[in-house]
């Protein structure tokens, strides 16, 4: 079984920064891409950032320059570092880890719980 535990949203003003974390558990032989979700008011979730396990990154335009996604694959954990924070980054924010749990295994996609960010004007 694997369980992810994300950390690190709340209430921030505008410019402010905020790091989330993400962190996976249990029977994991390899983690390949690693990224981040955001669902705000409306009715689509966006793709914030990806990270592959070579380290190749991809961001969203509206997070580019602002935003830092990396990882610590000792600690099967995935970052966001979030800087320069404005209103419209307001939303839950999910990680995925695409996890191979065995050698022979295949690769599923595994899901944060989410986390509240908030940024106040």
């Known amino acids: 079984q694997v369980q992810l535990v994300e950390s690190g949203g709340g209430l921030v003003q505008a410019g402010g920064s905020l790091r989330l974390s993400c962190t996976a558990s249990?029977?994991?032989?390899?983690?390949?891409?690693m990224g981040w979700y955001r669902q705000g008011p409306g009715p689509q979730r966006e793709l914030v950032a990806t990270?592959?396990?070579?380290?190749?990154?991809n961001y969203a335009d509206s997070v580019k320059g602002r935003f830092i996604i990396s990882r610590d694959n000792a600690k099967n954990t995935v970052y966001l570092q979030m800087n320069s924070l404005k209103p419209e980054d307001t939303a839950v924010y999910s990680c995925y880890l695409q996890i191979q749990r065995t050698v022979l295994g295949n690769k599923y996609d595994y899901w944060g719980q989410g986390t509240q960010v908030t940024v106040s004007s």
């Open positions: 249990g029977s994991i032989f390899n983690i390949n891409d």
């Open positions: 990270i592959t396990s070579g380290g190749w990154k």
